[in-house]
């Protein structure tokens, strides 16, 4: 089944439930300060950030950002920009096209909003709409020897195993804190049977996409039980991957924790530099 139509429901009826829907605790945090360096442009009729490397720094490659349900807001920008400095041109899809569920709820539990209704909306326009603007950035910016990572927050993760398959544009990727997966996703992530990191492609000659989990102890959505699945998924099928774990910060840490809060602080960047570093070697292989 292609990556269109398995983002966010997997490939049949009896695959298993990995990551819940996101639900509030994916709407709880701390908004950031700062001011975005990028620009918004438009790939494939939709919004998109793109804010390059300074000079001297770029790696070469390219990171895709699918946005965790605010969609396009300060704190993301903020994190696109951190990617960029670390050396990747950094382009973020608006699958929601400027509905933030920011712009809807009042305050955390606000009885008039209909969360799983505004959900609902925006899958059935994401599911389709992500592949297809895909597929233009890769037109668009590959070619030579550039290489295309990944990263998802929440709701983007399923986004970043359809692209780790055998049909998407990635080599490499990472999510934080995921929402929406079924076992099917991490199960149709590329691999190899018999992996040798001197030669990092599968036994039929396909490159192995490794995956980075930046997780939260306390997490509603990718609880100890399912994310012990997935690892037991991807060290079944040989699949490279590294799995981040901090103890005492909830779901939204890696995006929205609080930086006034040193721990807090810490743990989001260390998710960054985590996600970052993880990419730049496998690109670099």
């Known amino acids: 089944m292609d990556a269109e139509n398995t983002a966010q429901t997997g490939s049949a009826s009896n695959d298993k439930e990995i990551a819940k829907r996101s639900g509030e605790c994916c709407l709880a945090g701390t908004i950031h300060e700062g001011e975005p360096r ?5 790939i494939a009729d939709l919004d998109t950030y793109i804010v390059e490397p300074a000079k001297g720094k770029d790696n ?14 300060v704190n993301g920008y903020l994190i696109m920009d951190g990617f960029a400095d670390a050396g990747f041109t950094v382009l973020g899809i608006d699958y929601f096209k400027g509905d933030g569920v920011q712009k809807h709820r009042k305050f955390r539990g606000d009885p008039d909003f209909d969360f799983q209704a505004w959900l609902d909306k925006h899958m ?16 668009k910016y590959g ?24 049909d998407g544009v990635c080599t490499v990727g ?21 992996l040798d990191f001197r030669n990092l492609h599968s036994s039929d000659g396909h490159f192995v996409e490794p995956l980075f989990l930046s997780c939260a102890e306390i997490d509603h959505t990718f609880p100890n039980e ?3 699945r997935a690892v037991d998924i991807l060290q079944a099928g040989k699949k490279p991957f590294q799995v981040q774990l901090f ?10 924790g609080d930086p006034n809060n040193p721990y807090e602080r810490y743990v989001k960047e260390q998710s960054l530099k985590g ?3 993880w990419c730049e070697f496998w690109l670099s292989q």
């Open 38 to 42: 990028g620009k918004t442009i438009t």
């Open 60 to 73: 070469g490659h390219i990171m895709l950002y699918y946005p965790d349900v605010y969609g396009m807001f």
């Open 124 to 139: 059935e326009f994401s599911n389709p709409a992500t592949p297809k603007w895909n597929a233009e950035v890769k037109a």
């Open 143 to 166: 070619g030579g020897n550039k290489k295309f990572a990944c990263v998802g927050y929440c709701y983007g993760a399923p986004y970043v195993c359809d692209s780790l398959a055998r």
């Open 174 to 194: 990472a999510f934080a804190h995921p929402a929406f997966l079924k076992e099917s996703h991490f199960e149709n992530i590329s691999s190899a049977f018999c």
């Open 226 to 228: 399912y994310r012990n």
């Open 247 to 256: 103890q005492g910060v909830e779901h939204g840490f890696a995006l929205r």
């Open 275 to 277: 996600i970052a570093e």
